[in-house]
Nanobody, 124 residues
Framework: QVQLVESGGGLVQAGASLRLSCAAS????????KGWFRQAPGKEREFVAS????????YYADSMKGRFAISSDNAKNTVYLQMNNLKPEDTAVYYC?????????????????WGLGTQVTVSS
């Protein structure tokens, strides 16, 4: 089992930056890949970014490239999502996820373990 706890969400104005954190526990941190997803009201859960076990490979949704960056810190058992130049359409609950699956993981069905999410609201 992997437990995931997100933090760092909040209310910001358009153009601001936020860094989300996801603290993982339960299994060795570099034994699973991690990802970030988001879900806006009335919409399906959407892939944002993912990072491999070692942190050497990252994957992004096309619409997030250039503004969002995923990273991980093995010493802190934490994965981060740096979000820059936020827009009102980035408003959503952001979820951290983990998977033991090998290879690139970009679908919600690839991931087994989920956090409870953190709300990000971007005002115009």
């Amino acid at each position: 089992q992997v437990q995931l706890v997100e933090s760092g969400g909040g209310l910001v104005q358009a153009g601001a930056s936020l860094r989300l954190s996801c603290a993982a526990s339960g299994r060795t941190f570099n034994s699973f890949a991690k990802g970030w997803f988001r879900q806006a009201p009335g919409k399906e859960r959407e892939f944002v970014a993912s990072i491999s076990r070692t942190g050497h490979a990252t994957y992004y949704a096309d619409s997030m490239k250039g503004r969002f960056a995923i990273s991980s810190d093995n010493a802190k058992n934490t994965v981060y999502l740096q979000m820059n130049n936020l827009k009102p359409e980035d408003t959503a609950v952001y979820y951290c996820a983990a998977t033991f699956k090998y290879g690139s993981s970009t679908q919600s069905t690839d991931f087994t373990f989920w956090g409870l999410g953190t709300q990000v609201t971007v005002s115009s």
